[in-house]
């Protein structure tokens, strides 16, 4: 999945969120707000990615710390779809004087719940 259709992603949950509360609806915030207890190191727009589809989370992380975390993901299984940052250098060489400044871009990358996860079976 690209960036911008994680972005499109965000703004209609941010949309749906808004005409709830317009609405008098709050159960739609509540539930935003707890998802932001528990994600605090995500971004707000992640947070609504990650509400969006799967309301349920409880824990997430990438692929590669579950796998150093001893824990596999189940084959065939669907990740959360959230959008990472990745500073890149500028492949050409800056003239004398510039700033070598990383160039930042956005694409979307899979992270996955505990539930998506085997079971721990090391005793």
């Keep these: 999945m690209k960036a911008e259709e994680a972005k499109k992603i965000a703004d209609q949950a941010l949309e749906q969120l808004s005409e709830a509360l317009s609405r008098g609806k ?8 707890a998802m932001l207890a528990k994600f605090h190191r995500y971004s707000f727009g992640n947070v609504l990615l ?5 309301p349920d989370a409880s824990h997430v992380a990438w692929f590669t710390a579950w796998k150093k975390l001893g824990r596999c993901v189940r084959k065939g299984e669907k990740g959360i779809v959230i959008i990472a940052s990745k500073k ?6 800056p003239e004398p004087g510039e700033n070598d400044k ?10 996955f719940d505990v539930s998506h996860i085997f079971p721990n079976l090391s005793v």
Excluded: A, M, W
């Excluded at 709050?26 to 707000?33: D, N």
């Excluded at 990650?50 to 799967?54: E, H, S, Y």
């Excluded at 990383?102 to 992270?111: D, K, N």
């Design 88 to 93: 890149f250098k500028p492949r050409d060489e």
């Design 102 to 111: 990383p160039i930042l871009r956005f694409r979307g990358v899979h992270i």
């Design 26 to 33: 709050s159960e739609q915030l509540t539930s935003y707000l």
């Design 50 to 54: 990650i509400l969006l589809q799967k």
